[in-house]
């Protein structure tokens, strides 16, 4: 992975090996542990260039898929393999030195405008720490910001923006009590190396759409694509909700 153009405050501080062409997920997670691993060896060495950074940001984008574009893998190998990464990125850190003092916080790029019951909006977010309130829920409303916020407190940062400063931290999520019990990943029930094929659903339109990067494919005719080719070619796709929530004065 190198620095995008114009951002030349991250060189030198990007994993070169990282989510390089044609890797997968599970293989990003596996260049990750290729460096952990040294950062964990190192972890009384006074230099602290040498030791983990206090704070890390990754990308996993394979859940975004490739459509049922004929030859790549299917959107359901693709998911899959995604959360086996992020399994085995929680089982090797829960399982290091480190450990005690960690928070993993983990979020959907966006929701891809998919829609449920509640909003089109809305996405799914997670938070691994031996602080956290296992086998829970906080179903408090909270932002991206929220959890930006929520970092930025672990880290004695101030706000960058009058965005996260106002955001709703994640206070309800944590504990005061620390649990250590690590995290073991469980292997996928899928098969995760499964193509699309012609006969796909959808596949001669996903073929002219462009995966290169993320985000790039036009969302609903995609997300239409995605939820027929898992759910079934006559299975009615749901339509958007978006609710809007005032408070009275």
Known sequence: MVASPGVGGLLGHVAPKFKLANMRDTDNAAEFIREFNEYEANYDNPDPQKRLPNFMVMSLPED???GTTPGRF????MVANNDFAVGQIVDRISHSRY?????????????????????????????????????????TLYTTSSMLRTIELLLGLPPMSQY?????????????????????????????????????????????MDFRDVDEAPMAELNEILWKSIRGADSPVPPPVHRVRFSER
């Not at 005690?100 to 720490?129: K, L, N």
């Open 74 to 77: 299917t959107p359901v190998a």
């Open 164 to 208: 996260d400063a106002a955001a709703t931290p994640m206070y309800a999520s944590f504990s005061d009590q620390a649990d250590p019990k690590p995290f073991d990943h469980l292997k996928p029930q899928v098969d995760v190396m499964e193509k699309n094929t012609l006969r796909s659903y959808g596949a001669r339109r996903s073929m002219k």
């Open 64 to 66: 975004h898929t490739a």
């Open 99 to 139: 450990w005690p003092e960690s928070a993993i916080f983990i979020i959907e790029d966006d929701a891809q405008d998919g829609a449920d019951h509640v909003d089109a909006r809305r996405t799914t977010g997670y938070v691994i720490s031996p602080y956290i309130k296992r086998n829970s829920m906080d179903s």
